[in-house]
């Protein structure tokens, strides 16, 4: 079937199977950004925008995303960089697998709600898993990040 | 997932007669679990159009739409402001808000799911479920019929009123499916609930009896709770354990509602 969608404000038209999800489709199209993690909604490292709102595009099917926005971290270059700084300022950019998701989340987070306590920015991050981290350097290049410390 | 063909329906008369036609057609919730399930599915039907996506203050009940999703529901005002907004509070503890905002109520209703959250925290209030084709059900009633009611869940009606409420989620890290769920509400009458043992949640009848006949020793309760309680073993832990936790969150629970 037919799937017709904005992906980074590209008009995209793709061809799917009725079963496709979303992070599959990307990466077939070559959004290799998306990451693969757990593919079973559990680890966050295939995040996406979907009409600004971040979801796991590992369950999110593709017919789903029609006539809809689709972000990826290449919509949101500028800011990646400048919070990819604070990370690896406090220690907190190992091996990248999922910085990508992490800057959508954190994006995501920043819009919805601009001055978040250190609870409301644990709470919005627990569905994105790090296995380099200790989340704790994160944490901090977040908080920081988003006080423009 | 492998599904033969997506359709995403521009009526109620089109997605009954698609169920219908065949018994692997299957209503798209959010997806999530038909995806963990590797599921066959020969047509998936979508009621994305239907306008399920509200919460809605409806004077007596608040009304949700079954393709609201949880964080829609979460951050709902309708629903904060409801019963100290422990429903608000009770979803906002399942996963990721990335997984929520896929993760719809209908979904989370309809599949009866033994580790549910939302399923434990609306059974402590009255919820009245709405199917098409025109047939009603208490949550309640619901989750006691055995399988699966073969029309389409469209709505979740929550009866509103003064009510303290308290939601407790034993997990054993903060993205594992609980080991067990408590929640309580105090209107006019208590209701006492337990959830992911690892069955569905049920009401505990024969404690709330005690409670709404006046009984006030809230240790007497919670043993009561735990006599009546049918638990069973997981991968996770023991029944005999989730009988220790309900012990203590249903005491606690009690004395949190009479604050």
Known sequence: MLVKFVLNGVNKEVNVKPGDYLLDTLRSIGVKSVKKGCDGSSCGACTVLVDDKPVLSCSVLTARVNGKHVDTVETIQEEAAKLSEYFSREGADQCGFCNAAFALMVHALKKENPNPSDEEISNYLVGNLCRCTGYKSQQKAVQKYLRGE | ?259
């Open chain 2, 1 to 259: 997932m492998k599904a033969n063909s997506f359709v995403s329906v521009g009526s109620w008369q089109e997605a009954y007669k698609l169920l219908k036609a065949s018994p692997k057609n299957k209503i798209l919730g959010g997806g999530l679990w038909l995806k963990k399930g590797n599921a066959q599915v020969d047509t998936l039907i979508d009621l994305s159009r239907l306008n399920l996506n509200k919460i809605e203050d409806k004077d007596s009940f608040i009304e949700i739409g079954s393709m609201v999703t949880q964080r829609e529901l979460e951050v709902s005002p309708i629903i904060k402001s409801f019963a100290g907004g422990v429903i608000s509070e009770a979803v906002s503890k399942i996963m990721g808000p990335n997984f929520r905002n896929i993760a719809t109520v209908g979904g989370s209703i309809y599949g009866k799911y033994g580790f549910s959250d939302l399923i434990t925290v609306l059974l402590a209030f009255d919820v009245e479920l709405q199917f098409y084709p025109a047939k009603k059900m208490s949550l309640d009633e619901y989750l006691k019929t055995p399988g699966f009611y073969d029309g389409i869940l469209t709505h979740a009606r929550i009866k509103k009123g003064d009510a303290k409420a308290f939601f407790k989620k034993v997990c054993i890290t903060s993205l594992d499916y609980p080991i067990l769920n408590v929640a309580i509400s105090k209107a006019k009458t208590y209701k006492v609930v337990v959830g992911s043992r690892p069955l569905v949640a049920t009401t505990l009848d024969k404690t709330m009896e005690y409670l709404n006949n006046g009984g006030t020793d809230f240790k007497k309760a919670a043993e009561i709770a735990v006599e009546e309680l049918k638990v069973g073993d997981s991968m996770a832990t023991k029944g005999e354990y989730r009988k220790q936790l309900a012990k203590v969150y249903v005491e606690r629970g009690l004395e949190e509602v009479n604050k």
